[in-house]
């Protein structure tokens, strides 16, 4: 059974910075994919970045330039870099994988393992 647990979620003023975690235990293989998904009040699951399992990323066109995914492959980590946040990046943040290797930013339905979620608020 993989587990998830995210961390590293706040309050920030706009122009700040975040770094999120999602800490995997249970087996995760290296080749799975891995992204970070979000969720505002009112809003659907977009999904935020991406790694898939050859190491490529993707990412929203709404972050590109100011965040950025990346793993540690030995401490079975992701990590989600968020940098100049805006008052729109404030939501629930969930972290996502699955044994599929190339799912990118394709529907949250295809990832079968989530976090429970760290919330981000940015103020203007």
């Known amino acids: 059974q993989v587990l998830l647990v995210e961390s590293g979620g706040g309050s920030v003023q706009a122009g700040g910075s975040l770094r999120l975690s999602c800490a995997a235990s249970?087996?995760?293989?290296?080749?799975?994919?891995m992204a970070w998904f979000r969720q505002a009040p009112g809003k659907e699951r977009e999904g935020v970045a991406a790694?898939?399992?050859?190491?490529?990323?993707s990412y929203a066109d709404s972050v590109k330039g100011r965040f950025a995914i990346s793993k540690d492959n030995a401490k079975n980590t992701l990590f989600l870099q968020m940098n100049n946040l805006k008052p729109e990046d404030t939501a629930m943040y969930y972290c996502?994988?699955?044994?599929?290797?190339?799912?990118?930013?394709?529907?949250?339905?295809?990832?079968?393992?989530w976090g429970q979620g760290t919330q981000v608020t940015v103020s203007s």
């Open positions: 996502a994988a699955d044994q599929t290797p190339s799912l990118g930013l394709g529907s949250p339905q295809a990832y079968n393992y």
């Open positions: 249970g087996y995760i293989g290296r080749m799975y994919s």
């Open positions: 790694r898939d399992g050859d190491g490529s990323t």
